[in-house]
């Protein structure tokens, strides 16, 4: 198999130089590919090596790609497979390593997801096998897409096993050379809500409480929200909270889904994974199982519904939908949580577990809820530009309305509104209390439906809906929606037409729409 230029660069400077060394790899750089040709340089050298990993899969995947790669034997020491080999090569679960009470060594041990490492001042099944390794003389070797942890931050230098990060590969690489597929950030209409709502959830060991955390996204309005955001997407990945979540998500989804979480037997959570990857069933909701190691091209959107505060666990979960497919050209994160405001973009995270935070990079699409650079001038995906906005202003009640004059417009005569089917007019009440005048109409032009709240006795209200939204109910939120879902979802409301409709422009001309 021929190495690409960056995994050349890796095995070159493990093998020509001495010494513990840590490499930064993304999901789908191939790190079992490159320790798998540091292994067989190594054997023919006659040296021992050992592989280490915390999961059954991810024994079972070194494994099947080392021997494959290489044409050399392995030995597999874990419980989980139930051998227990020790060979020149061997395979092993750290759990059950850690518990082997005979003598063993080795010249090389190869970590995998590093990042599971604790530091060596902790006590951890880890530093029971790796401490007496390093006495003998074995030289650590760690990979990992994500060299950061909440407990200690970086797991090199003061408080890692390594002195420093010898080799980084950057993800936005891997994608420019098409090694990796691109992604488009969006987020949900429920989003604004949800990161409100997260400030009053308490932190477990730094991060999100995981009862207070599912309490609130299996809320009826967070679980819809994630089916009525999600589009035509063929293969989508939902990291959800808990196993609650997953099975409540479950119910509104019907038979299109399957669940994975710890709690299952080997064989169920098999099965249901090879469902997914045989293109079985669209929908795979996650509990906690497939954030590393799991390899499944086809995936084409990720949806975080896992608030975390972990920087190494959100560029883990997007990482599961950025290998390549037939087919494939990016996959869609749709960002419940708001995770992008916590860490930016995913080839560029802001790192959490280090004590300086980035000023944040990232902001929103008002148009089409794509997370853009926050210098961005224009949005690359639906072309709205943040240079016309202008800012919207909403009179109170009891102001006058002498800053305004009518025009005698016609709404269809208007070449902007008059791309607009006929409405629905309801009355509305905020969770704080406030009666409103909710109108809904879909705008044919922009391709998605418009909402504008108008507070009681206010006459009138700006084009910006979101704008509006915000203000007078931030819980408010509705998804894009497709002509015919749009009908359904304003089912009930009362149908009034659009000619009922005028357009008004203020004395610093700002166009207006107005039922008067």
């Given amino acids: 198999m021929e190495l690409r230029p960056y995994q050349h660069e890796v095995v070159s400077m493990v093998l020509e130089n001495e010494g513990d060394m840590l490499i930064q790899a993304p999901t789908g750089a191939g790190k079992t590919i490159m320790f798998s040709k540091i292994i067989e340089a190594l054997s023919a050298m006659g040296k021992k090596c050992l592989v280490l990993a915390h999961r059954g899969e991810l024994i079972r995947q070194a494994q099947d790609k080392l021997e494959k790669a290489t044409g050399l034997e392995c030995g597999v020491f874990s419980a989980y497979m139930g051998k227990k080999e020790i060979s020149t090569i061997t395979v092993a679960s750290i759990q059950s390593l850690a518990l082997f009470r005979g003598d063993i060594y080795f010249d090389v041990v190869i970590i995998d997801e590093a990042h599971r490492v604790r530091g060596p001042l902790q006590e951890s099944q880890y530093k029971t096998v790796l401490e007496p390794l390093q006495e003998k003389g074995a030289r650590l ?29 950057p993800l936005r690489q891997l994608i420019e050379e098409n090694h990796l597929c691109d992604y488009l950030h969006r987020v949900a209409m429920c989003t604004v809500k949800v990161k409100k709502d997260l400030e009053g959830v308490k932190k477990t060991a730094g991060d999100y409480n995981q009862k207070e955390s599912s309490d609130l996204m299996t809320q009826s309005m967070n679980l819809h929200s ?39 037997g080997a064989d169920d959570r098999d099965e249901n994974l090879r469902k997914f990857d045989a293109g079985e069933v669209r929908w795979m909701l996650n509990v906690g199982v497939l954030t590393e190691g799991w390899d499944c091209p086809r995936v084409d959107a990720i949806v975080l519904a896992r608030p975390t505060k972990s920087t190494a666990l959100y560029v883990q979960m997007v990482g599961r939908g950025l290998r390549n497919f037939q087919g494939k050209m990016r996959c869609v994160i749709y960002d419940i949580v708001g995770a992008y405001e916590e860490f930016g973009f995913v080839d560029d995270p802001n790192i959490n577990e280090e004590k300086e935070r980035k000023a944040c990079t990232t902001k929103v699409c008002e148009e089409c809820l794509s997370v853009i650079p926050s210098n961005a001038k224009k949005c690359p995906e639906c072309g709205f530009s943040f240079e016309k906005e202008v800012e919207e202003v909403v009179k109170g009640e009891d102001e006058e309305d002498d800053a305004f004059e009518m025009k005698e417009l016609s709404i269809h005569e208007h070449p902007d509104f008059g791309n607009v089917t006929d409405g629905i007019a309801s009355h509305y009440t905020s969770k704080s209390g406030n009666e409103c005048l909710m109108v809904k109409y879909f705008h044919t032009k922009r391709g998605k439906p418009v909402v504008h709240f108008y507070p009681k ?31 359904k979802a304003v089912n009930g409301g009362h149908v009034f037409p659009m000619e009922n409709l005028k357009v008004i422009t203020d004395k610093a001309g700002y166009e207006k729409i107005s039922t008067l």
Wanted: aromatic share 16%; proline share 3%; glycine share 8%.
């Fill in 226 to 264: 994630i089916v009525n955001t999600v589009q035509d997407e063929k293969s989508i990945v939902v990291f959800c909270v808990s196993i609650f979540h997953a099975e409540c998500l479950g119910e509104i989804l019907g038979d299109d889904f399957a669940i994975v979480h710890s709690k299952m």
């Fill in 141 to 169: 070797l760690g990979f990992t897409a994500t060299p950061y942890r909440l407990d200690i931050g970086h797991i090199y230098g003061e408080l890692g096993w390594w002195n420093e990060l010898n080799y980084q590969i």
């Fill in 457 to 487: 006795n206010q006459k009138w209200i700006g084009t910006k809906f979101a704008t509006i939204a915000r203000k007078y109910c931030p819980h408010f939120k509705e998804n894009w929606l497709s002509p015919d879902r749009f009908m």
